[in-house]
């Protein structure tokens, strides 16, 4: 996958998919499939009360900062690291309860 905006990824606004390049940081823009409220999904600031930049303190500390991709949950304040592919996004997301294998089950 050239970028991580590339792809459609279904998920509830709390859990944000961030990818750590060479280059830098990267947050997977978010846009509303349903929502009631007038807000801007993208910062999140306002909705959950932490910015960009303590996520990343956050990412960093559990993984140093190694390449590759990593899940927000804004609302419970948990960091996890994937792996270095786009592939290992789904299996984390599994894990911790979102989506399943087979969705069609």
């Not at 930049?53 to 419970?76: D, H, M, T, W």
């Not at 894990?95 to 969705?103: K, L, W």
Request: proline share 5%; hydrophobic share 40%; charged share 25%.
């Amino acid at each position: 996958m050239a970028d991580i905006n590339d792809t459609t990824v279904i998920l509830p606004d709390h859990i944000r998919i961030i990818e750590c390049k060479s280059e830098g940081w990267l947050f997977k823009a978010m846009k509303p499939f349903l929502t009631r409220k007038s807000v801007d999904i993208n910062d999140f600031s306002p909705l959950y009360g932490i910015n960009q930049e303590q996520i990343l303190i956050e990412l960093f500390r559990i993984n140093g900062g190694k390449l590759g991709f990593y899940l927000a949950n804004l609302r419970s304040r948990q960091f996890y690291y994937c792996g270095k592919t786009a592939e290992s996004v789904k299996p984390k997301l599994i894990e911790i309860g979102i989506g399943r294998a087979d969705p069609f089950l």
